[in-house]
Antibody
Framework: EVQLVESGGGLIQPGGSLRLSCAASGFTVSSNYMSWVRQAPGKGLEWVSVIYSGGSTYYADSVKGRFTISRDNSKNTLYLQMNSLRAEDTAVYYC?????WGQGTLVTVSS | SYELTQPPSVSVSPGQTARITCSGDALPKKYAYWYQQKSGQAPVLVIYEDSKRPSGIPERFSGSSSGTMATLTISGAQVEDEADYYCYSTDSSGNHSFWVFGGGTKLTVL
């Protein structure tokens, strides 16, 4: 059974940093393209970033230069390093393939 | 920037057919994917590659795409189908690839 489990969310002050993790089981992270998707409270889904099996990475304009997606093949884990966080980054963050999604981790940026 | 446009809401009575559209300039050359999201839950894929249905998704869910519009059809909508629905697709510009969601459509079945 495929499972994606996110962790690392929490309350952080504006300008701070957080690293989200997504531990995968039942499939190989490096063999799939994987994305981070976020959802602000009461809002729609927003694509944040993708990493392809070959290692290419891409970002939404809203996070480019501040967020970095990566993976650790030995741990079968996806990451999202988030720097220079802003209030508007407050959201539930999901890691996802096309088919499988985690349950999300909440990031709250507030002083 | 690339956008996918959906109607904010669709309302049908139980047993009727619900159609949710998604408009985007790249849809003639890129697949559309559809997700269902119920309150407080993670999204669930209901249609992939325009018209394919994942295992476990009821047959009343179908998808189609023509030109710049993709359509999710729920034939004989049930009360349990009430949810937010999002289309999802990709495009590229130069050496930049990106994905985008539509704004979401709230389906009411009552």
């Amino acid at each position: 059974e495929v499972q994606l489990v996110e962790s690392g969310g929490g309350l952080i002050q504006p300008g701070g940093s957080l690293r989200l993790s997504c531990a995968a089981s039942g499939f190989t992270v490096s063999s799939n393209y994987m994305s981070w998707v976020r959802q602000a409270p009461g809002k729609g889904l927003e694509w944040v970033s993708v990493i392809y099996s070959g290692g290419s990475t891409y970002y939404a304009d809203s996070v480019k230069g501040r967020f970095t997606i990566s993976r650790d093949n030995s741990k079968n884990t996806l990451y999202l390093q988030m720097n220079s966080l802003r209030a508007e980054d407050t959201a539930v963050y999901y890691c996802a393939t096309i088919t499988y999604w985690g349950q999300g981790t909440l990031v709250t940026v507030s002083s | 920037s690339y956008e996918l446009t959906q109607p904010p809401s669709v309302s049908v009575s139980p047993g009727q057919t619900a159609r949710i559209t998604c408009s985007g300039d790249a849809l003639p050359k890129k697949y559309a994917y559809w997700y269902q999201q119920k309150s407080g839950q993670a999204p669930v894929l209901v249609i992939y590659e325009d018209s394919k249905r994942p295992s476990g998704i009821p047959e009343r869910f179908s998808g189609s795409s023509s030109g710049t519009m993709a359509t999710l059809t729920i034939s004989g909508a049930q009360v349990e189908d009430e949810a937010d629905y999002y289309c999802y697709s990709t495009d590229s510009s130069g050496n930049h690839s990106f994905w985008v969601f539509g704004g979401g459509t709230k389906l009411t079945v009552l």
